[in-house]
């Protein structure tokens, strides 16, 4: 059984390939960045499946945890934790692009989502 290798593409938007210098620490203004493109996702973010689907329930879901780990995320920065912050930001983030993966959520803008 042969495993297939995940390709790589050159225009990838996930995994760019051009060289970037290394970066080892989390600076607020990466942060702002990072939070401003998580708020617009979640406001420009809608469900795009009927109410009655067993799927609305899943993308009530991703939504709430996407809306709760943004929040955890601003307790955070305002703690002065940008690690935790960062990682928090993330995780919403992962929710808003699984749900637009998964098809339960509009995502058609691809600077917000990543499968847009």
Known sequence: ???KKAKIYKDSKIFPIEARPVER????EKLKKYFEITKQ???KLEIAVHEKS???FVAQDFLTMAKSYYSDAEYYYKKGDY???FAALNYAHGFID????LGVFKGEDDRLFAFG
């Open 1 to 3: 059984m042969h495993k």
């Open 25 to 28: 620490e989390i600076t607020e």
């Open 98 to 101: 699984a749900g637009v993966r």
């Open 41 to 43: 996702a979640l406001e």
């Open 54 to 56: 067993l799927l609305f």
């Open 83 to 85: 690690v935790t912050a």
